[in-house]
């Protein structure tokens, strides 16, 4: 998808490099990008934090990054190269004079500028301040922006204009790493390079569809920054609404960001509202209590560190969502994610309505409808059910489901499987926005969002509660079993 132009010499400049994120991620994915030879030869990597560090002190914390998150052995010359790019600048976001202590820094203006803000979205609008009066703003450098972009539509667009105050959209990369993940592209493909699935990808053929992203760890010390938030803000909001887009969009014109993204945006603008009125109906939301996970006793929410024993924040959310147009009317799409589930476990699962008459009774007096599997995490690749003969000579025909099974890592067991953080930061460095979050999406879901838990404020009920280690409150296999339907586990 990328427009490649390895010519292009970039300073990539992370603001927050001292943070879990660019730690994890940021740093490890810009290696692996080295390895690769896409970062040209004179870019330079920039950390900016707040702390006073040395060169040598920096250059510490990404060697102990890449031996940490790299799986692979660190190649030396490699390693070399890549450290040799390493430059830090201490400085006060908030302040903007010692932004030109940056500029003397970045003072090759040939140099297209990355500016990634690995930071607090409170604080954007002072970096590009800063930014600006340092005049480290070009026509043709960008700026790298992490969900969650606010709290609610309003803040949104707040975060929003500060940013587009001082950065065209064209220069303005949303990133959701989601959209970098190999699975997820591959629904493009699929959808759109498969007649089986082109044709048959509509109310006519499929009868409903779950989206899971389940995760089996906690709040991991973020807990002020979470209670804030909460699953609905932090995963629902983003994540699945652009699964969600992606699963249900019309085929764009091509694969340009204009393209995509108009598409995308014409599903979240069709969502069902959600509201006061069905938000019973549509809606569940839990919160961990003490529980087991792998055998291990793990603590409730509100028993967590630093907690507050009283927060009604939600760490599960179920919902049944419906795209109010030609194509999905009557087909609910079921959106579950969580913390504390019992495994890491992202997956969309596409159930095909059942075919309407039998002629294998003998062997099946029901027959199983086909279903559609795409696993995004942990084990990427794609399963499709299936009724298949058994072998043999009985007189009577006996058939049984099977799956064809598409594992990445059988399939392409001699390819290593890109990071979503590694594809996204080549995808910045050429200055393609095709796999990034337009404005408009990020508006509309939040319109969406802001609904329903506005809806939940109304009706002021505490989070149902589910023990850690489970797959969330009784009452979200109840959301699913009104429609005579149950979730896949």
Known sequence: MSNVDYQSVNDIVIFGALGDLSHRKLIPALYQLDVLGLINKGSRIVGVARKTLSVDEFKHFVVDSLDSFVNESIDDVVLARFINRLIYQALDFQAYSTFDQLATLL??????????FSTPAAIYGDICKGLNHAKLISDVDRVVIEKPIGHSLESSIEINNQVSKYFQEKQTYRIDHYLGKETVLNLLVLRFANSLFTNNWDRNCIDHVQITVAESVGIEGRWGFYDDAGQMRDMVQNHLLQILSLLAMEPPADL????????????????????????????????????????????????????????????????????????WKGVPFYLRTGKRMPKKHSEIVVHFKPQPHNIFQESHSDLPANKLTIRLQPDEGVELQIMNKIPGIASQMLIQENKLDLSFSDTYHNERVVDAYERL???????????????HEVEAAWVWADSIIAAWQTTNEAPKPYAAGSWGPVSSIALIARDDRQWVE
Request: no cysteine; proline share 1%; charged share 25%.
């Open 107 to 116: 003072s090759n203006q040939q140099n297209i500028r990355v500016y990634y």
């Open 256 to 327: 340009s960001a204009t393209s995509v993204r108009a598409e995308k945006l014409k599903v979240v603008k069709a969502l069902k509202p959600i509201n006061r009125e069905n938000i019973k109906e549509k809606t569940v939301r839990g919160q961990y209590t003490d529980g087991f996970l792998n055998g291990v006793a793990v603590s409730g929410y509100v028993n967590e560190k630093d907690a507050n024993a009283k927060s009604n924040t939600e760490t599960f959310v179920a919902i049944k969502a419906e795209i109010d147009n030609w194509r």
């Open 425 to 439: 930061m080549l995808e910045i460095l050429n200055g393609n926005q095709s796999l990034f979050v337009s404005r």
